[in-house]
């Protein structure tokens, strides 16, 4: 049976996944950093309706519940007015959830990848 044994920095050394030519540092250890995704066409779609809303002026924040999990969200949305008989009527369009907590310790940088 193999047994682990230490290797510098309270790491552990399995020998059936190093080759005798492994040296224990610090770079060999760390998790690969995963390059970003594309962003889907459906994604630029939206960010240029939330740019064109913007310029309209026509961009709100507002509160509500995601269903997935009931928590409170802030909501960006674009503002759709909707002409009728009567009084026009303001439909908020979900475009964006802003972060939740601090997005520079959530995420990873993306000009890092």
Not at 65 to 73: C, Q, T
Request: charged share 25%; proline share 10%; glycine share 6%.
């Amino acid at each position: 049976m193999l047994m682990p044994q230490e290797c510098g920095s309270g790491l552990l050394r399995l020998p059936f996944l190093w080759t005798e030519r492994s040296t224990c540092n610090r770079k060999e250890h760390m998790p690969q950093t995963l390059k970003p995704p594309k962003l889907h066409k459906g994604y630029k779609d939206n960010f240029q309706t939330l740019l064109k809303a913007a310029d309209n002026d026509d961009l709100c924040l507002i509160s509500a519940i995601r269903k997935s999990d009931r928590k409170p969200v802030a909501l960006v949305c674009a503002m759709n007015i909707e002409q009728g008989d009567g009084e026009p009527m303001f439909c908020p369009v979900p475009l964006a959830v802003l972060c939740e907590g601090n997005p520079f310790e959530d995420f990873e940088d993306p000009t890092q990848a």
